[in-house]
């Protein structure tokens, strides 16, 4: 399941960006959707997911500021940043699960993008 990101770049603090993300080849309306990121020398971290049914789920430190969401007639997956901070910068990467209900998508996902940078200056 080929995942194409897009939507990333360089925004100041307090700042917003809204990522994308295309499902090339499969619908999305089955999958477990999810946005990650890692930065340098840090752990890849889960950022946000929904669910087929669509649940969401939030990392603590994006809750608030950041919206997933999905569009299934488009293949589509979003992520709405607001109020962006310097620690938000990472390469962020979409992903996407066969288990609809994101049971696991904290510990694995099967299909991974390529990633997209964002970058926050102050």
């Known amino acids: 399941v080929p995942l194409v990101e897009s939507g990333g770049g360089e925004v100041q603090v307090g700042g917003s960006l809204r990522l994308s993300c295309a499902l090339t080849?499969?619908?999305?309306?089955?999958?477990?959707m999810g946005w990650f990121r890692r930065s340098p020398g840090k752990e890849r971290e889960g950022v946000a997911a929904?669910?087929?049914?669509?649940?969401?789920s939030y990392a603590d430190s994006v809750k608030g500021r950041f919206t997933v969401s999905k569009d299934n007639a488009k293949n589509t997956l979003h992520l709405q940043m607001y109020s962006l901070k310097p620690e938000d910068t990472a390469m962020y990467y979409c992903?996407?699960?066969?288990?609809?209900?994101?049971?696991?998508?904290?510990?694995?996902?099967?299909?991974w993008g390529q990633g997209t940078l964002v970058t926050i200056s102050s």
């Open positions: 080849t499969s619908t999305s309306s089955s999958y477990c």
């Open positions: 929904i669910a087929s049914d669509g649940m969401l």
């Open positions: 992903a996407a699960d066969h288990w609809g209900d994101c049971r696991s998508w904290l510990v694995g996902m099967d299909f």
